[in-house]
């Protein structure tokens, strides 16, 4: 199955600025998607990224908010922007991967 | 928004016990899938049930699904210290395409 590496692993942020973070998979893949999960929950989908095509986003997440790149196959990046303290959660990149999907290891946004 | 509630939120039990943990969906789903986190990083994928299958094994889980009351259950045996962890149920839905929804998730704490 594939294997992701995600980056950073963690940050601490100054409100109103923005992270980007970074998802790099080891095979080509058609879709990677994107997740936020807010301290002691669940995971909620933000987006799905196509290569050469905009991302499709879910309800409640806009691109000015979290804007997404997919240049090539392999890689994507969210960035989260004007962050707030409400932005601090766990945001995780996945693929889908034979049985299943696989997950990079999460980058823990903290925003003071 | 979630498809899935779990029960229960959490669960203590003793190393060597069994622990069940249950899913229940909403809408038709292609196939339910489980996934295990630990400490807040990236999601493990567990074990893939169709939505055509009962039951399925893999080592000490035991998936089973009910599509009549949509619900699945998650069974680990002989738990160990190491199966500390939140445990998530995740759906593909009928004509979602491939984005996952996830159950809002069930802490387990293994004790020795």
């Known amino acids: 199955s594939a294997v992701i590496s995600q980056k950073p692993s963690r940050d601490i942020c100054q409100r109103g600025t923005s992270l980007t973070i970074q998802c790099q998979v080891d095979s080509q893949v058609t879709m990677m998607f994107w997740y936020r999960q807010q301290p002691g929950q669940s995971l909620t989908l933000i987006a799905t990224?196509?290569?050469?095509?905009?991302?499709?986003?879910e309800s409640g997440f806009v691109i000015d908010k979290f804007p997404i790149s997919r240049p090539n196959l392999t890689f994507s990046t969210l960035t989260v922007s004007n962050m707030s303290p409400e932005d601090s959660s766990i945001y995780l990149c996945?693929?889908?991967?034979?049985?299943?999907?696989?997950f990079g290891s999460g980058t823990r946004l903290t925003v003071v | 928004s979630q498809q899935g509630e779990e029960d229960p939120q959490a669960l203590s039990i003793q190393e060597g016990e069994n622990a069940t943990m249950n899913c229940s969906y909403k809408?038709?789903?292609?196939?339910l899938q489980w996934y295990r986190q630990n400490s807040g990083r990236g999601l493990v994928h567990l074990i893939l049930i169709r939505s055509n299958e009962r039951e399925k094994h893999s080592g000490r889980l035991r998936v089973t699904l009910d599509t009549s009351k949509k619900s699945s259950s998650l069974l680990i045996t002989a738990s160990r210290a190491a199966d500390t962890a939140s445990y998530f149920c995740a759906t593909k839905l009928t004509g979602g395409g491939n984005k996952l929804t996830f159950g809002t998730g069930t802490q387990l704490k293994v004790e020795l």
């Open positions: 990224a196509n290569q050469g095509s905009e991302a499709t986003y």
């Open positions: 809408t038709s789903i292609n196939n």
């Open positions: 996945s693929v889908e991967a034979g049985y299943g999907y696989t």
